[in-house]
């Protein structure tokens, strides 16, 4: 935004009554109508043909107080004058806006009081625009191309500056700095161009890693026991019900293997067997009760006599605990007896 030059460089200026006579003109006559200068200000004094700035505090008896008809009220802290110029486009419906800033300071307070009450913004304004080259020099160019606008307005007004001054009677200008605003349809575009861009490599970064999860999770649920554990983990399941339903499931698996060993022994299928059936239902005796039972002597005999004369095995002899009575005191059945 441009600063508020509203009241540079004069602050006000005010018209004087007569002066307060004393004693009947005895005494010097008196002025008690004088402003009361702030910081950073100067009075100046003007009777119509001179002007006359005070110096240090007006005690209102001075020469040039008391024959005074106006004073004035100047500015001196040096201010900053921002100015802006549209320039027009290659395209009718976009103009850009070069900001120029200038550094004014005042010289003589004298000459800005007599000058009277100015517009500093339009002064500079019309000093810019006085320079041709600058207002076409963004004909050839787009509101897209705003970079190599301002790259050439910056120069163009830096060496126009150079040469010619604004020449404002009693002020010093010089120049501070060079924009090219960006246009605020421009700016709004860019913005949301960003905000798509930005918002569609966020969900590209989220799929990733959501892929990456849901990968990692599909090869551990494919192991039940995995996916179980991770259940009482995260609270989702219930570990006593956990166990008795993972215990129930493995005593039903060993009784219909048991089963199955049971029904190819009776069709004799059970030589055909890659292993040895003895060897599994020990197996399957051993993690049931934790423990295998020695086969009969006479059944060793007749193990090892099957198994040189090649003739076929059975186990109707094996003693070996069912999938029902492996929790009873004996913890131990005899395959004949499934029959039962």
């Known amino acids: 935004m441009p600063h508020d030059v509203a009241d540079f460089p004069i602050v006000s200026e005010t018209e004087l009554g007569e002066p307060r006579r004393r004693w009947g003109g005895i005494i010097p006559s008196i002025r ?3 402003p009361v200068p702030k910081a950073g200000t100067v009075l100046v004094f003007s009777d119509g043909r001179r002007w006359t ?21 100047v500015q001196t802290r040096a201010r ?16 850009f806006t070069v900001r120029v800033s200038f550094l004014c300071r005042v010289t003589s307070p004298e000459l800005v009081a007599q000058e009277g009450p100015i517009d500093v913004v339009a002064r500079l304004r019309t000093f810019l625009q006085q320079d041709g080259k600058l207002m076409e020099l963004g004909l050839k160019h787009r509101v897209e191309h705003v970079h190599d606008v301002r790259r050439a307005a910056q120069a163009r007004v830096r060496g126009y500056c150079e040469v010619f001054s604004p020449g404002i009677p009693g002020l010093e200008v010089t120049l501070a700095s060079i924009q090219v605003l960006t246009p605020d349809d421009l700016r709004k575009h860019a913005e949301q161009m960003r905000d798509a861009r930005w918002a569609r490599e966020l969900a590209e970064v989220l799929g990733q ?12 649920l ?22 008795e339903s993972l215990y129930g499931d493995r005593a039903t698996k060993d009784a219909n293997l048991l089963e199955l060993l049971k029904l190819l022994e009776k069709n004799g299928q059970l030589d ?22 020695p086969a009969p ?3 060793q005999i007749e193990a090892g006599n099957s198994a040189k004369t090649g003739e ?12 029902d009575e492996a929790s009873t005191e004996d913890d131990r059945f005899r395959i004949d007896d499934i029959d039962r």
């Open 209 to 220: 890693y959501e892929d990456a999860d849901a990968q990692r999770l599909a090869e551990r």
């Open 297 to 299: 002597a006479a059944a």
């Open 312 to 323: 076929s095995r059975s186990i109707e002899g094996s003693t070996v605990p069912s999938a």
């Open 53 to 73: 700035s005070a110096r240090g505090r007006v005690k209102g008896t001075e020469d040039f107080v008391v024959n005074a008809t106006s004073v004035t009220v």
């Open 272 to 293: 055909r067997l890659p292993i040895d059936g003895q060897v599994l239902v020990n197996r399957m005796v051993e993690r049931l009760v934790g423990a295998v039972p």
């Open 32 to 34: 008690d109508d004088v």
């Open 80 to 95: 900053t004058i921002d100015v802006d110029v549209e320039i027009p486009s290659a395209d009718h419906a976009d103009n």
């Open 222 to 243: 494919r192991d039940p026991e995995y996916a179980a554990a991770l259940g009482v983990i995260r609270d989702k399941v219930d570990l006593g019900r956990l166990t």
